[in-house]
């Protein structure tokens, strides 16, 4: 079972910038696609950003492209979400999560388990 702990949220003016970390223990990430997502108050979860096991592939929900950048370093059993130019939309908690198995990859909340208990990210406007 892997433990996923993100760090990095706080509070920001828009059109700032916050760098996300999810780190990893109890298992290594390499084989395992990773997730950023959000849910907001009253909201669902979502999809912000997702990367495949080597990093070869990710996506991004519409409303972060050109922002938002997933990257990962598996030697360090770490995921990052750079967030730049941030707006009060993505006001949000913000968890990681890892793929539900090895060597999978989907963009979809449903895919992803072992989730962290979540970051809190305000941009005030």
């Known amino acids: 079972q892997v433990q996923l702990v993100e760090s990095g949220g706080g509070l920001v003016q828009a059109g700032g910038s916050l760098r996300l970390s999810c780190a990893a223990s109890?298992?290594?990430?390499?084989?395992?696609?990773v997730g950023w997502f959000r849910q907001a108050p009253g909201k669902e979860r979502e999809s912000v950003a997702t990367?495949?096991?080597?990093?070869?592939?990710?996506d991004y929900a519409d409303s972060v492209k050109g922002r938002f950048l997933i990257s990962r370093d598996n030697a360090k059993n770490t995921v990052f979400l750079q967030m730049n130019r941030l707006k009060p939309e993505d006001t949000s908690v913000y968890y990681c999560?890892?793929?539900?198995?090895?060597?999978?990859?989907?963009?979809?909340?449903?895919?992803?388990?072992?989730w962290g208990q979540g970051t809190q990210v305000t941009v005030s406007s």
């Open positions: 990367i495949s096991w080597k990093g070869g592939t990710t």
């Open positions: 999560a890892a793929g539900v198995g090895p060597y999978r990859y989907g963009t979809s909340p449903r895919e992803y388990g072992n």
């Open positions: 109890g298992r290594t990430l390499s084989p395992y696609a």
